[in-house]
């Protein structure tokens, strides 16, 4: 065999099982995982290059004939500064000429920070990153099988946990906290429960305008001082700045251009919802999302040129039949997989939304739901994959051992992602030969080859289980959702908050945080409720 | 709105909720219905043309230089008279230009029938179609969670339930009869309790070359005639013509040989496994089982040129921890689209394996494993998607529920096949126009155009659940294992057998037939155990 396996001598030397095992204890680099944030998509396009260009097209044709209304006087007068035309009917209009300036103008190939830098986010080109989003108002009691509605505390768990899940990328608001009425406390403890549970990127809502004073006061302590926030803004602002279709949410505009102001990367945020409040056609839902966040990408660079924003078309689809949202459905993957490829277009940095689950409970449902969205959401190239693990009923619930699982899932999302390796060592015959000619093995276990590969190249689930059945019954038919819970358990049990104590001590002090440091009580692992 | 619906008049007149009902109740053309068998893929390409090129050369280079051995001595003369060459080590070896002259016969593009014209399968460029496949020792018995041997009666219940089940468009054995230890028995009761529970396509294996003549008189029969058979051959041979790596069956290869004189169309089926009996690194795995499967096209077509094959190479993954099978990985996934684009570059109709799970159990994993694998050999455009359904614990246990579970994971796949429609009318902003502008209503419900895709374009679930968590809670908390056992259940009270009367009186008093009409014992629907 003449591989190169690119291990050292010792352990070439080694062969089968005692080898494997040695091999599989020691830590490997984080260039050699078999999946990482940040991996190359673009392999699935489900628009041709000239449905693109049409899409686009109609797009510029909205927003010229169309165009929004009620915009702030503040977006109206840096809009029309710029070049809109606000019509007689109160609309902003937006010539082509206008779109393609701002477009030259935008900001590409930003990065979004965490707060350690190993967390650092590259969103040019096509890579991909999967992390949470929502506003879910209940968690998912597994014990019970019951919903009831979500906290702070419940907030910031959720936070500990994508804090030591691999494949979780990034940390957005999950939940809303129901136990907080108070609009700026709700957006302070909101922005501090995910501050406190990780230092990963995290992306953040404001229900007030008057919240960002002392939300930017707390990211400034958090960090040290403004300067050292604004150097590497580990927070955006997840922003709803339409409503769709094709009006601009004025409270939410004025938020966002006093975050911009304060040096915070936005998610310019389009939610239509397909057959409600956008079209039903897959494709003019996918228009009037890319219109409504290209005049989101006017607006913000006709504030302040270059701001990095996320371009977030992020439709939704509607069960016709109900008019209710679904999460989870085939027609939700393509949508996503499609605005992707919309920004793959643009060259500018895009998310949307992938991996919501339409069903209760983490059952059979909820995995196909959330594979099948997930994966083509990578494999379009999406750079931020928001709402992808952990969010059932069609975003009303949160389930924190479906986080768990969810992680799973999203192993193999992104080890599809990564793909094949075709090379001049994965194609040569030196091996082939070897296992078949000249008295060869006769078979490839144990080569120098196989063992390289078992780590770098083959991905194993965490909680999924790979058991012949025979050792499934052995080992009393370990359950799914019980391997789950107890993972979560222990995950909560060791995580230690990531806001440094001092810093902690003062921002609790200054502002009424309403959860505490220690994991709530957590339920023993349970099987699911027959 | 000027839309047209395409729906008659009276029925565009209406709106609201009365004429959604209305229009639901009426049954959709097969060509409107939001899926269908035959949906174009080819939207995802793991590989780049490149990389395409360079595993056809080096599978060239494998058949050149490496060879195949064990081909009994009838191949050995018909290939050696194309081309081939024997070496002094009793290995077969193919030069390049062999190979090229038998892709140029080799058969393209053609049907594989069903029993009904109806379920008629078009193998061209890349139309998708899912159906069963499996050599499952176990069936799964969800009452109590356990895994006992398959019987003839279990392999004729699937092939109903198959029937039954509109997004499973073809029907290969998915269980060994272990109640029958007679060899040609087993075959012949295999064959029969497909043809008994189904009129959709038939693979089928042989495990004797003994039994080919009887299941041919036996096919006889039940087309009426031996020319009807050969007019419109409802099966094909699921024929395992090699062992990896690099070797012939001996035995496989006779029995093909004489079901490919009888007129059965042959599925070349190359099933290494990636770390055991093919290479590690996908690429090389694909790269062994695409020069394996070319053998065996010099070796159909150098018996008889232009006779139907399906290219299945089939590669599987191994789990490198233990050298046991995972069907489920994203590791699977990937060989299997990429020997899917393979087949695209030969033109030839190709076949692998998806939708396989690890799992013991119709749970999250068994969800997310059957959805990821299943989507992306669709997108892939594999034409002939084996092992798509109902196939547990990585193949050894098959799961009735699962399987009434897997239509709905295959629907949404094959959503996804469909794509996005990007027309005139897809696009236009008439509708938007309307919506928005001069007091519209400001949002898409009950617009004509929402009305009519609602069942045209968007797929509803048949046992995946969509309600409210309120609305969950009020029905009872649905489980969904309770739902898919009560489907299971429906169907197969219902479900007749699919050979007449007097031509299975007659093959019953010819063959020893050891399965019964009636469904066996259904249980009542139950919850999983707990």
Same mark, same amino acid.
Not at 118 to 145: M, P
Not at 464 to 481: A, F, H, Q, Y
């Given at each position: 065999?003449?591989?190169?396996?690119? =291990?050292?001598?010792?352990?070439?030397?080694?062969?089968?099982?005692?080898?494997?095992? #040695?091999?599989?204890?020691?830590?490997?680099?984080?260039?050699?995982?078999p999946v990482?944030?940040? =991996?190359?998509?673009?392999?699935?396009?489900?628009?041709? $290059?000239?449905?693109?260009?049409?899409?686009?097209?109609?797009?510029?044709?909205?927003?010229?004939?169309?165009?929004? +209304?009620?915009?702030?006087?503040?977006?109206?007068?840096?809009?029309?500064?710029?070049?809109?035309?606000?019509?007689?009917?109160?609309?902003?209009?937006?010539?082509?000429?206008?779109?393609?300036?701002?477009?030259?103008?935008?900001?590409?190939?930003?990065?979004?920070?965490?707060?350690?830098?190993?967390? /650092?986010?590259?969103?040019?080109?096509?890579?991909?990153?999967y %992390?949470?989003?929502?506003?879910?108002?209940?968690?998912v009691?597994l014990?019970?099988?019951?919903?009831?509605?979500?906290?702070?505390?419940?907030?910031?768990?959720s #936070?500990?946990l994508a804090?030591h899940l691999d494949n979780i990328?990034?940390?957005?608001?999950?939940?809303?906290?129901?136990?907080?009425? /108070?609009?700026?406390?709700?957006?302070?403890?909101? =922005?501090?429960?995910?501050?406190?549970?990780?230092?990963?990127?995290?992306?953040?809502?404001?229900?007030?305008?008057?919240?960002?004073?002392?939300?930017?006061?707390?990211?400034?302590?958090?960090?040290?001082?403004? %300067?050292?926030?604004?150097?590497?803004?580990?927070?955006?602002?997840?922003?709803?700045?339409?409503?769709?279709?094709?009006?601009?949410?004025?409270?939410?505009?004025?938020?966002?251009? #006093?975050?911009?102001?304060?040096?915070?990367?936005?998610?310019?945020?389009?939610?239509?919802?397909?057959?409600?409040?956008?079209?039903?056609?897959?494709?003019?839902?996918?228009?009037?999302?890319?219109?409504?966040? =290209?005049?989101?990408?006017?607006?913000?660079?006709?504030?302040?040129?270059?701001?990095?924003?996320?371009?977030?078309?992020?439709?939704?689809?509607? $069960?016709?039949?109900?008019?209710?949202?679904? %999460?989870?459905?085939?027609?939700?993957?393509?949508?996503?997989?499609?605005?992707?490829?919309?920004?793959?277009?643009?060259?500018?940095?895009?998310?949307?939304?992938?991996g919501?689950t339409?069903s209760?409970l983490p059952d059979m449902?909820a995995g196909w739901?959330q594979g099948?969205?997930n994966?083509?959401?990578?494999?379009?190239?999406?750079?931020?994959?928001?709402?992808s693990v952990g969010?059932y009923?069609?975003?009303?619930?949160?389930s924190p051992e479906g986080m768990v699982l969810g992680n799973d899932v999203l192993g193999q999302a992104q080890r599809?992602?990564?793909?094949?390796?075709?090379?001049?060592?994965?194609? +040569?015959?030196?091996?082939?030969?070897?296992?078949?000619?000249?008295?060869?093995?006769?078979?490839?276990?144990? +080569?120098?080859?196989?063992?390289?590969?078992?780590?770098?190249?083959y991905l194993y689930p965490d909680i999924g289980n790979r058991m012949?059945?025979?050792d499934w019954?052995?080992s009393g038919r370990p359950d799914l959702l019980a391997t789950a819970t107890a993972r979560r358990q222990q995950i909560l049990?060791?995580?230690?908050?990531?806001?440094?104590?001092?810093? /902690?001590?003062?921002?609790?002090?200054?502002?009424?945080?309403?959860?505490?440091?220690?994991?709530? +009580?957590?339920p023993?692992p349970t099987k699911r409720?027959?």
């Amino acid at each position: 065999m003449t591989a190169n396996t690119g =291990l050292p001598e010792k352990k070439r030397r080694g062969g089968g099982r005692a080898a494997r095992v #040695a091999l599989r204890a020691a830590p490997l680099p984080e260039d050699s995982r078999p999946v990482r944030p940040g =991996l190359r998509g673009g392999q699935y396009s489900p628009l041709t $290059d000239a449905e693109v260009q049409r899409i686009h097209a109609a797009a510029l044709d909205a927003l010229e004939q169309i165009g929004l +209304s009620q915009a702030p006087p503040s977006g109206i007068a840096a809009m029309t500064d710029a070049g809109a035309v606000l019509g007689e009917d109160g609309r902003l209009r937006f010539p082509r000429a206008l779109v393609e300036d701002m477009l030259a103008k935008a900001a590409r190939a930003f990065p979004l920070y965490g707060r350690d830098g190993r967390h /650092d986010l590259d969103l040019s080109a096509d890579r991909v990153h999967y %992390g949470t989003a929502g506003a879910a108002v209940n968690v998912v009691d597994l014990a019970t099988g019951s919903y009831r509605p979500s906290t702070a505390q419940d907030l910031y768990e959720s #936070a500990l946990l994508a804090h030591h899940l691999d494949n979780i990328h990034f940390f957005q608001r999950t939940m809303v906290c129901c136990d907080i009425a /108070d609009l700026i406390e709700l957006d302070l403890n909101t =922005l501090y429960a995910a501050a406190s549970g990780t230092t990963k990127h995290i992306g953040t809502s404001m229900s007030d305008i008057a919240s960002v004073a002392p939300c930017i006061e707390m990211l400034h302590m958090i960090a040290g001082s403004e %300067g050292a926030w604004r150097d590497r803004p580990f927070v955006s602002l997840s922003n709803c700045f339409v409503v769709p279709p094709m009006k601009f949410a004025t409270e939410s505009c004025l938020t966002m251009e #006093a975050c911009i102001r304060a040096g915070m990367p936005i998610l310019l945020l389009s939610a239509g919802q397909a057959g409600a409040t956008a079209p039903a056609p897959i494709a003019a839902a996918i228009v009037q999302a890319v219109a409504e966040v =290209l005049a989101g990408v006017v607006y913000v660079n006709a504030v302040s040129p270059g701001h990095p924003a996320v371009f977030g078309t992020w439709p939704f689809v509607s $069960d016709l039949r109900t008019g209710a949202m679904s %999460g989870g459905s085939a027609e939700q993957a393509l949508l996503t997989a499609g605005c992707a490829q919309m920004h793959r277009f643009y060259g500018i940095p895009g998310g949307a939304a992938a991996g919501m689950t339409d069903s209760k409970l983490p059952d059979m449902q909820a995995g196909w739901e959330q594979g099948i969205t997930n994966v083509l959401a990578g494999l379009s190239g999406l750079n931020m994959v928001y709402e992808s693990v952990g969010m059932y009923a069609s975003l009303l619930g949160f389930s924190p051992e479906g986080m768990v699982l969810g992680n799973d899932v999203l192993g193999q999302a992104q080890r599809c992602v990564r793909g094949i390796d075709v090379t001049e060592d994965s194609v +040569s015959l030196d091996v082939m030969k070897a296992v078949c000619l000249d008295g060869g093995p006769g078979h490839y276990l144990g +080569s120098d080859q196989t063992l390289k590969l078992m780590q770098t190249e083959y991905l194993y689930p965490d909680i999924g289980n790979r058991m012949t059945p025979k050792d499934w019954v052995e080992s009393g038919r370990p359950d799914l959702l019980a391997t789950a819970t107890a993972r979560r358990q222990q995950i909560l049990t060791h995580a230690r908050p990531q806001v440094a104590a001092d810093a /902690d001590l003062a921002i609790r002090a200054r502002f009424p945080i309403r959860f505490g440091h220690a994991p709530s +009580s957590l339920p023993t692992p349970t099987k699911r409720p027959a």
